[in-house]
């Protein structure tokens, strides 16, 4: 096995001959530089068409040069090196300008494991040397009209047709489904079951006949997430992960990895300069509320809250590369990032007051409200918030489950999502 010095080496050579460096980064100065604050995209489509094709260019390029699934499997196009050369490489690459990687963050950072833990070999042969190589983009097809939180509500409908499934049904909040090739979508199989029974997980064809991908506009004014509708929609059985009426495990191993992506921030989002300590900081020194005890008092607890989600994320992460599933860690940590983000929030409305609001030209000012606005999103992706509660309540502090949820009967006889009466 090639020495991580000479692992190091190969990379820089790489790096060098592909990227140049990023600019020195400068003490910050409050009114110097970008002031965009955004937690979600705010792209056209057009633009964000445009961004994934350059990303997808980097992803090829450092691929073909050994870097792009440095622990994948070898069969499958990886280098079969060890986590910690992973950690390596992403150091030296975060030192150089690259194209925005965004847009890979839920297919590499969540369907690929899935693929990888639940997929046929054939799937696993096909999709993902594609996907880490940048030729094709995943998504992530769960939530519907009537089950968000409640996944396992989920009505969309999967059909046995031969060596095929039809599938008819709504998918909401979709992220990136306009710019994706491939989806990894979870279907109800069997309504005779209970409801977290019943239910299997698919690989598809976002280009495919019978799929309808609907942007959905948020309040920020842009549309980073969609409406899909399938209407008789094939899919061979090949393209099944793991058992039929099994797919509740197969979604545990994608929403584990997924608060794994958001609690520890790897997966994208422009928001991090909003929650930046120092911009805080010297936003206070620069409307002179610094020295004011509840300010500096704020200011602790959201330094106290960042360093703790750090080490939570850290120690979660360890977990993960030691070769370990994602636990109820990950819940943990994704409801430490959002109450960060909450405190930011209310930092930002007491200092910047009308300011936040009314567009007055002023530098950091009304460019936050794009993270104001989009934190009542991240506090529901990935899981809400009162959901990450009580997994963190029953799988790690031992409290008994919320009363009510019936694990028994059949599913078509439950009145939940939109089979309410």
Known sequence: MITEDEFARQAEEFLSSEAPLKAEEKRFVWGRGPDNAALFDERSRTEEVERVELAKKWRQTK??????????PPELGGRGLPARYERVYAQMESRHQLPD???????????AP?????????????????????????CQLFSEPGAGSDLASLQLR???????????????????????????IIARTDPELPKHRGLTGFMIDMRAP???????????????????YFTDFRVPDTHRLGDVNQGWQVALTTLMNERASIGTGSAGGTGAGAMNL???????????????????????????????????????????????????EMSLSKMSLTNNMKLTAQLLGEVL????????????????????????GMRIAGGSDEIMRNIVGERVLGMPKEPGIDTTSPFRELRVGTQRA
Request: aromatic fraction near 8%.
């Open 63 to 72: 691929f073909d040069a050994g870097f792009g699934w440095i622990s994948g």
């Open 101 to 111: 990687q965004g847009c890979f963050g839920i297919g590499l950072g969540m369907v």
């Open 158 to 184: 999967a059909e046995r047709d031969g060596d095929e499934w039809l599938l008819n049904g709504q998918k909401v909040w979709t992220s990136g489904a306009h710019y994706s090739d491939v989806g990894e």
């Open 114 to 138: 899935t693929i990888l833990a639940h997929a046929s070999d054939e799937v696993k042969a096909d999709l993902l040397p594609k996907m880490w190589r940048g030729e094709i983009v995943g």
């Open 278 to 328: 120092t911009r805080l900081t010297e936003m206070c020194r620069h409307y002179g509320v610094l020295e004011q005890p509840q300010v500096r008092q704020q200011l602790a607890h959201l330094y106290s809250g960042l360093k703790t989600h750090t080490w939570t994320g850290q120690r979660a992460m360890d977990k993960v590369k030691a070769g370990q599933a994602p636990g109820p």
């Open 210 to 228: 019978g799929v309808d991908i609907r942007p959905l506009r948020q309040m920020t004014g842009t549309a980073n997430f969609n409406e899909v």
């Open 353 to 376: 007051g009308p300011r936040l609001v009314v567009d007055t030209g002023e530098w950091g000012t009304f460019s936050n409200s794009a993270f104001v606005l989009g934190l009542p």
